[in-house]
């Protein structure tokens, strides 16, 4: 056996190898999430470049593009120590004497004029994936050079082109060889997980939730009675949006002077989480989560002593769930922060509604983006259902098993950045008595 050899052997799992092995110029991967297929596809694309062919990758975001980027390189160079690049730049990688890599944010005209193979990662996530096929297609079809065409993805319910490509194995989508991985496959053959980490990166407790089917199981779920659909979570995500570390957060705020900053909280100890949530609104009115802190089980005291912290950073208003327990704790934040940027909302039916509503509001108008890697978040999202009562009272819940707190403490902080004036400083009558819960921070405030 040849050093390569055993470097590949010990190197990549059999369902990565198998993929590796096959000689089809079409490719389709049904994959579980985080199971090294981004990292496979930067090992073929390396030795490709190194026998000569020039490939590009499409991702869904700069930072996905950069990151596969620059393991594609990190594989050149143990392949072959001697390599010298003519270009060697944040989007292309060219060996001296071989091939060229290119990887870029999945769009039809980064795509558009290069030639070599092409990868599309996460495809099911990119919003425009028919009309980059449409773009590429002219390459593909040449009868010189053999082009190959790879499209990997874990599913996004029954929708899309991935869907479609997946589903349909005859007509326009029969050529493609197809490979699916499960976690349960993946884990069978070698890969360092469990089905208990997977569930907990979720926040779910059964194989059975949607969300694990969808993420883990390889599994094409239906919409049913969800209030955020895939479609709409797919659209509003965003790859390159990464949390900033609470070392980091101030300095983060400082820095955008242009920019307001507004947090939503929704605490709990025992049975769920509590969570905060911090979004950055910037001069054109557009919404980003920058911070998000969970919490499982820890005292309230930690918890207010963290809010406070973030909320004396600069927020410009800061919005509590104070129903229940949060009553005692809202008036802790109250009273370390000031009652005009620390509000406290008692959830109501209607109070519940105005805060979800404004939450799609915000993501159908394409206002609010959501970080692509928050599988927690988009869980959630997803698994909040709508019931319109025989009254026509609105309700809102989630399944058996599942948790809600990141969408509260979303919609509290979504709130507040969509509701505040764009002024420095929040009037004291800003909760105008339109609702029926009242308002933290002095009495005749109301929601």
Not at 182 to 201: H, N, T
Not at 292 to 313: F, H, L, P
Not at 382 to 411: C, F, M, N, P
Request: with cysteine; proline share 4%.
């Amino acid at each position: 056996m040849t050093a390569f050899e055993e470097f590949y052997k010990r190197t990549f799992y059999p369902y990565q190898r198998a993929f590796f092995e096959s000689k089809s110029q079409f490719r389709i991967v049904n994959k579980a999430r985080q199971i090294g297929f981004s990292w496979g596809i930067a090992h073929e694309m390396a030795f490709g470049a190194l026998c000569g062919r020039d490939s590009i990758a499409g991702s869904t975001g700069l930072r996905a593009s950069q990151k596969l980027l620059a393991q594609v390189r990190r594989f050149i160079m143990a392949y072959e120590p001697r390599a010298r690049f003519e270009v060697d730049n944040t989007t292309q990688l060219t060996i001296r004497g071989a091939g060229t890599v290119v990887s870029v944010p999945a769009n039809p005209s980064t795509i558009r004029g290069y030639t070599g193979d092409v990868y599309l990662d996460e495809v099911a996530h990119i919003r425009n994936a028919r009309e980059i096929i449409r773009a590429i297609g002219p390459s593909l079809t040449r009868q010189d050079v053999r082009r190959r065409l790879t499209l990997t993805s874990t599913p996004m319910g029954k929708l899309g082109f991935f869907y479609d490509a997946w589903i349909n194995k005859d007509g326009a989508f029969n050529q493609y060889e197809r490979f699916e991985v499960d976690i349960y496959r993946a884990i069978k053959e070698g890969f360092p997980s469990s089905v208990k980490a997977c569930l907990a990166l979720l926040g779910v407790s059964s194989e059975a939730d949607e969300a694990f089917q969808t993420e883990f199981a390889c599994k094409f779920v239906d919409e049913k009675t969800s209030y955020f659909p895939y479609e709409l979570i797919a659209r509003c995500s965003n790859s390159d949006l990464v949390y900033v570390p609470l070392a980091e957060l101030a300095a983060y705020m400082n820095q955008r002077p242009q920019s307001a900053f507004f947090s939503g909280y929704d605490p709990a100890k025992l049975v769920d989480g509590a969570v905060l949530y911090v979004v950055e609104r910037d001069s054109a009115g557009h919404l980003r989560p920058v911070h998000c802190k969970v919490w499982r089980g820890e005292k309230y005291s930690e918890q207010v002593a963290y809010v406070s912290d973030v909320i004396k950073m600069g927020i410009a208003l800061h919005i509590t769930d104070r129903t229940g327990v949060g009553e005692k704790v809202h008036e802790d934040v109250e009273t370390a922060c000031g009652g005009i940027k620390a509000q406290g909302l008692t959830y109501t039916n209607n109070v519940k509604e105005k805060l979800i509503v404004n939450l799609k509001s915000a993501l159908e108008d394409g206002r609010l983006e959501l970080p692509e890697d928050d599988v927690a978040l988009r869980s959630e999202l997803h698994g909040l259902q709508r019931e319109i009562t025989a009254g026509g009272v609105h309700k809102y819940h989630h399944e058996s098993g599942k948790h809600d707190d990141r969408v509260w403490a979303l919609a509290n902080a979504v709130y507040a950045a969509t509701s505040a004036p764009k002024t420095p400083e929040i009037p004291e009558n800003f909760f105008n008595p339109s609702g029926s819960a009242t308002s933290g921070g002095g009495s005749g405030k109301r929601f």
